[in-house]
C-alpha cells in the first residue's frame, strides 16, 4: 500500500493549502474531476512554454516532436487498457467518445425495430446519445431492469436481451452508486446475442484495472480528467474491424488522404479517421503523463485505498444515525447519502460553508433518483489522495449540521 500523504505531495493543489470559505479545502467530488500532479502539469507547461508546435501538420522538428509526443501519450493509453495502438482515438472526453460511437457507428448499422439496451442508472452521456440515434434510425431505447439492490446483474441482462438487440451500452461503473457492473459476463452474452457491447468507462479506468482484450468489450469511452489528466481530455477504444468500419463523425483537416471538388473524399485510417482538426496536443501529453502517473502507483493499491475509505465513510457516517446511505454495499469510492430531513443541495450549501466540497443533486444520471425514490442526494466521493481526515471533517459535518440548518432532525 502506498503512502496517501506522500502522494499528496505531487498535487499542488493539496501541497499548497487552498481554502474554501475561510477552511482547509477537503475535496470530495472526485468523481465529478480530479486534481493534477506536478508530472502532469509540467509535461503541459513544457510544450506550452518551449516546445509548441500542431502535431500532424509540419515537417520540421519541433512538429515532428509534438507527433511523437501524441504517438508516446497513445502508447501510454493503449498499455493502460491493453489495446492496440490504432485502437486508440483521442477525444475531448468521454461524452464526445460516446457520441463518436453514436453517429459513427450506431447512426450507420441501427435500422428499424432494432433495440438499444442501457440501464435507468446511466449518465446523460451515455443515454441521451442512444436517443437521439433511436430517433434517427427507428431504433428503440430499452432498459436492462436493475436488481432489487440497483446493480445491474447478469440474469437481469439475459431477460432484456431481445433477439433484436443489435447494440448495448452500460457503465462499468455507475457514477452515483458505484456499482461495478459484470462487463465480461455482459460481454459475452451481447455477443452471443449478434449485438455490440459499448462500455462507458467514465467511473471505472481511473480506480480499476481495466483491459479491454479480456473483457472483449467492443467499445469503451474515458474521460481522462477524472483520473488527474487535464479537463478536454479523454478516448474511445474500439477494436479495429469496427473503427474501420465506421464512420467518421467530424470531417476536417487531419483526418482525410485526399480530396476533390465533386466532394469525393477518401480518410485516413483509424485513429486518425476520427481525429479531424488540431488535436489538443497540450491536453493529450498530460493524458499521456496522468495515465503513467496513475499507473506507477497502481490501479490495484488505488482500488484498496478507495475501498478502505469507504468502509470507514461508511461506519463512520452510519454511527451518527442522522444519515441514509444508498450504496453501502457498492465496490466504488463513492458514498451517496441524504442526511434526515434535509434537502440535498442544502446540505451541500452547508458543507461549502464549512469548506467541504461534495456534489449533490442528481448527479447528471436523471432517471436513476425516481428508482431510488429520493429526489436528489449527497455524493462523497473519493480518490487515491483523499485521507480519512477528510472523510472525519465530512462526519463531523453532519453531526453540527443542525447548528446551521433548521431542517435536521
Ligand atoms: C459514468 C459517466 N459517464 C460519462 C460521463 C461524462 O464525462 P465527461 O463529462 O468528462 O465527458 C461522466 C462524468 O461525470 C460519468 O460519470
Given at each position: 500500500m502506498y503512502d496517501v500523504y506522500k502522494i499528496r505531495n505531487d498535487f499542488p493543489m493539496l501541497r499548497e493549502p487552498q481554502t474554501m470559505q475561510g477552511h482547509p479545502l477537503v475535496f470530495l467530488d472526485n468523481a465529478s474531476t480530479t486534481f493534477k500532479p506536478d508530472r502532469v502539469l509540467d509535461a503541459m507547461d513544457v510544450y506550452n512554454r518551449k516546445e509548441t508546435a500542431n502535431s500532424?501538420?509540419?515537417?520540421y522538428d519541433l512538429c515532428n516532436k509534438a507527433d511523437r509526443a501524441v504517438a508516446k501519450a497513445r502508447e501510454s493509453v493503449a498499455r493502460f487498457l491493453n489495446?492496440?495502438?490504432?485502437?486508440i482515438v483521442f477525444t475531448a472526453g468521454a461524452t464526445s467518445a460516446l457520441n463518436l460511437v453514436a453517429y459513427g457507428y450506431c447512426l450507420k448499422v441501427l435500422k428499424p425495430g432494432d433495440e438499444i439496451l442501457i440501464s435507468l442508472a446511466e449518465h446523460a452521456s451515455n443515454v441521451l446519445p442512444w436517443f437521439r440515434i433511436a430517433s434517427l434510425t427507428g431504433a428503440k431505447v430499452k432498459y436492462i431492469p436493475l436488481s432489487e439492490g440497483n446493480r445491474i446483474t447478469v440474469e437481469a441482462v439475459k431477460t432484456a436481451?431481445?433477439?433484436?438487440?443489435?447494440f448495448v451500452s452500460v457503465a462499468?461503473?455507475?457514477?452515483?452508486?458505484?456499482y461495478i457492473a459484470p462487463i465480461k459476463e455482459i460481454a459475452a452474452l451481447a455477443h452471443a446475442n449478434g449485438a455490440v457491447l459499448c462500455v462507458d468507462g467514465a467511473q471505472s479506468t481511473p480506480h480499476l484495472k481495466t483491459d479491454v482484450k479480456d473483457l472483449d468489450c467492443d467499445f469503451l469511452a474515458f474521460s481522462g480528467h477524472k483520473f488527474c489528466a487535464p479537463t478536454g481530455t479523454g478516448a474511445l477504444y474500439g477494436k479495429y474491424d469496427l473503427l474501420c468500419a465506421m464512420d467518421p463523425f467530424e470531417t476536417g483537416?487531419?483526418?482525410?488522404?485526399k480530396f476533390y471538388p465533386d466532394g469525393t473524399a477518401t480518410y485516413l485510417l483509424p485513429p486518425m479517421k476520427f481525429e479531424a482538426g488540431t488535436l489538443n496536443v497540450a491536453g493529450i501529453i498530460g493524458l499521456g503523463e496522468a495515465v503513467e502517473y496513475v499507473s506507477s502507483i497502481g490501479l490495484e493499491e488505488i482500488s484498496a485505498h478507495e475501498h478502505m475509505l469507504k468502509a470507514y465513510a461508511v461506519e463512520k457516517l452510519l454511527a451518527t444515525g442522522m444519515v441514509d446511505i444508498y450504496n453501502a454495499d457498492s465496490e466504488g469510492g463513492i458514498v451517496t447519502f441524504n442526511v434526515h430531513g434535509v434537502f440535498s443541495q442544502d446540505f451541500a450549501t452547508y458543507l461549502n460553508a464549512q469548506g467541504i466540497a461534495c456534489r449533490s443533486g442528481q448527479h447528471c444520471a436523471k432517471m436513476l433518483n425516481d428508482v431510488l425514490c429520493v429526489p436528489a442526494t449527497v455524493r462523497a466521493s473519493f480518490y487515491l489522495y483523499t485521507t480519512k481526515e477528510e472523510i472525519d471533517a465530512l462526519v463531523e459535518a453532519v453531526k453540527h449540521g443542525g447548528n446551521f440548518l433548521d431542517a435536521y432532525f
Open positions: 500532424h501538420r509540419g515537417d489495446a492496440g495502438v490504432n485502437e436481451l431481445t433477439p433484436h438487440t443489435k462499468y461503473v455507475g457514477n452515483v452508486l458505484g483537416g487531419g483526418m482525410n488522404v
